[in-house]
């Protein structure tokens, strides 16, 4: 088969001390006592490892609220995968740093939410947040860690991107993700709030491009833009079950973050099945895995092996169908729907959050 497993997001936990309103997990977030013990996850560790998978990302929630992440990273480092820690950098300090980084651990992800400390707790819905946050990223490189910083950008703090790129400077990060808010999960719930206009998305992608020339050599600037202001999808995961894998809190093998949207699809447990089995021949991964089940217009479209369609979750919450094109393609039947998204968050922008918790959890 074409497809091999290059990387494994591990969700530890949806635990979290944020409450972002853009949070990629899934309304019904699992609680501690659904998680997956740490005797299975180290066992998941060697089989992707065996499978020759490359990387891991220790993700969730936050994943330091695990109580044997250390355990898992050690697993990792034995593995001889490559690790990443997602991290908000609530409960990341100079100890933390030197144990995870002895345990094995190679790299670190710290989100902000802003470049200005008051805008930053009020998205994390956190009093303190950014503070803990810088003091993360410090002890992060100090222990000798690679260090990215992730900034998830939207309508409240788009216009501080530049700023963002000098903190990410400032904190000694070789790298800086700007990411453009993704619409599903808790985001889809609060696109009236978040979205930018077409006038701040030109600007940020300008202001991103007059930084990489400015920064060349000393900094990497990854940019993702919102599909729902471009002409074409992204290809979500670069593919279904093409290269990536998430496990969910419960130990459940997804093929994206949010497939559990999809209701007529099953997903196996990771405790209960070889994690090669699953890859290569369950019914999750193999749907919507290549071009053979596309419909007009991807079915003949010369960028079928490019963005393979676009997102799955985002045809299914905007389309109704998992299976038809993604509606951010101008050339998709039901691109309106992202045309009407789009200006109804123009013309009736919301100043309020609805943030991420566990009050709407169901499991
Ligand atoms: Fe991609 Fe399908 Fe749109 Fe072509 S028609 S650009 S394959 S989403
Ligand atoms: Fe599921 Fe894009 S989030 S395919």
Same mark, same amino acid.
């Given at each position: *088969?074409?497809?091999?497993?290059?990387?494994?997001?591990?969700?530890?936990?949806?635990?979290?001390?944020? =409450?972002?309103?853009?949070?990629?997990?899934?309304?019904?977030?699992?609680?501690?006592? +659904?998680? *997956?013990?740490?005797?299975?996850?180290?066992?998941?560790?060697? &089989?992707?490892?065996? *499978?020759?998978?490359?990387?891991?990302?220790?993700?969730?929630?936050?994943?330091?609220?695990?109580?044997?992440? #250390?355990?898992?990273? &050690?697993?990792?480092?034995?593995?001889?995968?490559?690790?990443?820690?997602?991290?908000?950098?609530?409960?990341?300090? +100079?100890?933390?740093?030197?144990q995870l980084k002895a345990a094995?651990?190679?790299?670190?992800?710290?989100?902000?939410?802003?470049?200005?400390?008051?805008?930053?707790?009020?998205?994390?819905?956190?009093? %303190?947040? @950014?503070?803990?946050?810088?003091?993360?990223?410090?002890?992060?490189? =100090?222990?000798?860690?690679?260090?990215?910083?992730?900034?998830?950008?939207?309508?409240?703090?788009?216009?501080?991107? !530049? $700023?963002?790129?000098?903190?990410?400077?400032?904190?000694?990060?070789?790298?800086? &993700?700007?990411?453009?808010?993704?619409?599903? %999960?808790?985001?889809?719930?609060?696109?009236?709030?978040?979205?930018?206009?077409?006038?701040?998305?030109?600007?940020?992608?300008?202001?991103?491009?007059?930084?990489?020339?400015?920064? #060349?050599?000393?900094?990497?600037?990854?940019? /993702?833009? !919102?599909? @729902?202001?471009?002409?074409?999808?992204?290809?979500? *995961?670069? %593919?279904?079950?093409?290269?990536?894998m998430v496990i969910s809190p419960?130990?459940?093998?997804?093929?994206?973050?949010?497939? $559990?949207?999809?209701?007529?699809?099953?997903?196996?447990?990771?405790?209960?099945?070889?994690?090669?089995?699953?890859?290569?021949?369950? &019914?999750? @991964?193999?749907? @919507?895995?290549?071009?053979?089940?596309?419909?007009? !217009?991807?079915r003949s479209c010369e960028r079928?092996?490019?963005?393979?369609?676009?997102?799955?979750?985002? =045809?299914?919450?905007?389309?109704?169908? =998992?299976?038809?094109?993604?509606?951010?393609?101008?050339?998709? !039947?039901?691109?309106?729907? /992202?045309?009407?998204?789009?200006?109804?968050?123009? #013309?009736?922008?919301?100043? +309020?959050?609805?943030?991420?918790?566990?009050?709407?959890?169901?499991?």
């Amino acid at each position: *088969m074409n497809e091999r497993l290059l990387a494994v997001t591990a969700e530890l936990t949806h635990r979290c001390p944020l =409450a972002c309103p853009y949070c990629s997990n899934p309304l019904a977030l699992a609680r501690k006592r +659904d998680e *997956m013990a740490g005797g299975d996850w180290a066992r998941v560790i060697r &089989e992707a490892a065996s *499978m020759g998978c490359l990387h891991i990302h220790f993700s969730g929630g936050e994943p330091l609220a695990r109580g044997d992440l #250390d355990d898992l990273v &050690e697993a990792a480092a034995e593995a001889g995968l490559y690790s990443n820690l997602i991290t908000s950098g609530i409960g990341l300090n +100079d100890t933390r740093a030197g144990q995870l980084k002895a345990a094995g651990l190679d790299h670190v992800q710290v989100s902000f939410q802003d470049s200005v400390p008051r805008s930053n707790d009020r998205i994390a819905g956190l009093k %303190g947040a @950014f503070a803990r946050k810088i003091e993360a990223a410090e002890a992060a490189h =100090a222990a000798g860690l690679a260090l990215t910083i992730n900034a998830v950008v939207h309508r409240a703090n788009v216009e501080h991107v !530049p $700023e963002m790129i000098d903190l990410a400077i400032a904190l000694g990060a070789e790298r800086i &993700e700007i990411a453009h808010v993704q619409y599903y %999960g808790w985001a889809a719930e609060n696109h009236a709030a978040l979205l930018p206009t077409r006038a701040q998305l030109d600007r940020a992608t300008q202001d991103v491009e007059a930084a990489r020339m400015a920064h #060349d050599g000393a900094l990497v600037i990854d940019y /993702v833009v !919102p599909d @729902f202001h471009a002409a074409r999808p992204k290809a979500c *995961m670069g %593919g279904w079950g093409r290269r990536q894998m998430v496990i969910s809190p419960a130990g459940r093998a997804l093929p994206c973050h949010a497939a $559990e949207t999809i209701p007529d699809l099953g997903f196996d447990d990771v405790r209960t099945k070889p994690l090669a089995e699953i890859w290569e021949r369950s &019914e999750a @991964f193999q749907r @919507f895995r290549g071009t053979a089940w596309m419909t007009e !217009p991807c079915r003949s479209c010369e960028r079928r092996e490019v963005d393979w369609g676009g997102c799955r979750c985002q =045809a299914l919450a905007l389309a109704g169908d =998992a299976g038809a094109t993604d509606p951010a393609c101008e050339l998709a !039947p039901t691109h309106d729907r /992202v045309l009407a998204l789009v200006a109804r968050a123009t #013309d009736h922008p919301s100043a +309020d959050y609805r943030y991420r918790s566990f009050s709407s959890a169901v499991t």
